[in-house]
T-cell receptor
Framework: EAGVTQFPSHSVIEKGQTVTLRCDPISGHDNLYWYRRVMGKEIKFLLHFVKESKQDESGMPNNRFLAERTGGTYSTLKVQPAELEDSGVYFC??????????????FGNGTRLTVT | AQKITQTQPGMFVQEKEAVTLDCTYDTSDPSYGLFWYKQPSSGEMIFLIYQGSYDQQNATEGRYSLNFQKARKSANLVISASQLGDSAMYFCAMREGGSGGSNYKLTFGKGTLLTVNP
């Protein structure tokens, strides 16, 4: 089975520009998560979708970040306008069952975002 | 307060030797799961091993084992017979059982960079 795929793998943009990251979860996984790792810090939760619904977006840093998951399949994370502090690696993960704390999340390779 | 603490920013080990990566956690939830992920330089996050709070036995997966000491709230990863390909960043993470659907978040530590020397 195909894993979680993310596109692009790298993105370099200037401050003030817009970037859209895409995540395709494992087929059949209703639960999709976005995480971010800023250089040297922990991987931080951003938000969680169950199918097309946002279950929890408490980790979204501010309203410059917009996540969507139309149709409950792939998801996009848009940053508009990008700021320098948005630089980092953005991970997407999916799982079949959010209701079990023993269920691992399956991660994509991440998108490395650099804002200059 | 930090929920997951990894005190070793970097570790070195000789090929074929064993190495222990430390992880301590903080939770008041009786139901939780502990996970270890490996992130090689290529960037992907690879799930390695899981330990549940009610598990009586330490988890093992091939060369990976988890030294789970519940009273001390530690879940150290042991890698036996290290290989050059084990060089990577290793993250400890926790998922709490909670109530009201709060058990979906993984909380990560800062990671330990393991370097295996030939």
């Amino acid at each position: 089975e195909a894993g979680v795929t993310q596109f692009p793998s790298h993105s370099v943009i200037e401050k003030g520009q817009t970037v859209t990251l895409r995540c395709d979860p494992i087929s059949g996984h209703d639960n999709l998560y976005w995480y971010r790792r800023v250089m040297g810090k922990e991987i931080k939760f951003l938000l969680h979708f169950v199918k097309e619904s946002k279950q929890d977006e408490s980790g979204m840093p501010n309203n410059r970040f917009l996540a969507e998951r139309t149709g409950g399949t792939y998801s996009t994370l848009k940053v508009q306008p990008a700021e320098l502090e948005d630089s980092g690696v953005y991970f997407c993960a999916s799982s079949q069952d959010a209701g079990q704390y023993n269920s691992p999340l399956h991660f994509g390779n991440g998108t490395r975002l650099t804002v200059t | 307060a930090q929920k997951i603490t990894q005190t070793q920013p970097g570790m070195f080990v000789q090929e074929k030797e064993a190495v222990t990566l430390d992880c301590t956690y903080d939770t008041s939830d009786p139901s939780y799961g502990l996970f270890w992920y490996k992130q090689p330089s290529s960037g992907e996050m690879i799930f390695l091993i899981y330990q549940g709070s009610y598990d009586q036995q330490n988890a093992t997966e091939g060369r990976y084992s988890l030294n789970f000491q519940k009273a001390r709230k530690s879940a150290n990863l042991v890698i036996s017979a290290s290989q050059l390909g084990d060089s990577a960043m290793y993250f400890c993470a926790m998922r709490e059982g909670g109530s009201g659907g709060s058990n979906y978040k993984l909380t990560f530590g800062k990671g330990t960079l393991l370097t295996v020397n030939p």
